[in-house]
């Protein structure tokens, strides 16, 4: 299968799971500490596409290439991480709500690139890739909590944010 994608929609396509990963992120209220869990456990799940979708043409032209040179495997994520803050700087966000709108627009705007660019199977898998780093997140760490101790696996404010993303995506999440 050939690609038929622009590199500014490539980008929109490689940036928007992280994307709604940090905005999971942000709507919690986990503190510092959770917030850097998060974090990671976003990173980690976006990277888990390469593994996870093997077969997914998409996913694996828009991610590290494992078997790539790493220097430029690291260029390329660097590309893509300073296209998606030039793009939120050109959206004027400056704010958790600016910021989440946003990536719900992002989200819209990739539902129409994959309805009209991509086989069924393929956007499937990519919508099933980015709602899991969004519920990966959520379930990093403990919202309320004190040095992880009391506070909800899972808030109100990640079970709304969730929701939207179900709702933009077509699809249910397992945490539901």
């Not at 940036?15 to 980690?44: C, D, H, I, V, Y």
Request: glycine letters at 8%; hydrophobic letters at 45%.
């Amino acid at each position: 299968m050939s690609l038929n994608y622009t590199e500014e929609e490539l980008n929109l396509l490689a940036n928007t799971p992280q994307l709604l990963g940090a905005t999971m992120a942000f709507a919690g209220s986990s503190g510092l500490f959770g917030t850097g869990k998060e974090m990671f456990t976003n990173a980690k799940s976006v990277l888990a596409g390469i593994k996870d979708y093997p077969n997914n043409a998409l996913i694996q032209a828009i991610l590290p290439n494992v078997q790539g040179v790493a220097a430029d495997e690291v260029a390329k994520m660097k590309k893509i991480r300073d296209w998606g803050t030039a793009r939120m700087k050109a959206k004027d966000v400056d704010s958790a709500d600016k910021f989440q709108e946003a990536a719900l627009a992002d989200c819209k705007e990739v539902m129409a690139l994959l309805a009209t660019k991509s086989s069924a199977q393929e956007a499937d898998e990519y919508k099933q890739w980015a709602l899991s780093v969004a519920e990966k997140v959520a379930m990093a760490t403990s919202e309320g909590s004190f040095l992880g101790f009391g506070g909800e696996q899972f808030s109100a404010n990640e079970k709304l944010l969730l929701s939207q993303i179900e709702t933009v995506l077509g699809i249910k999440s397992t945490l539901a």
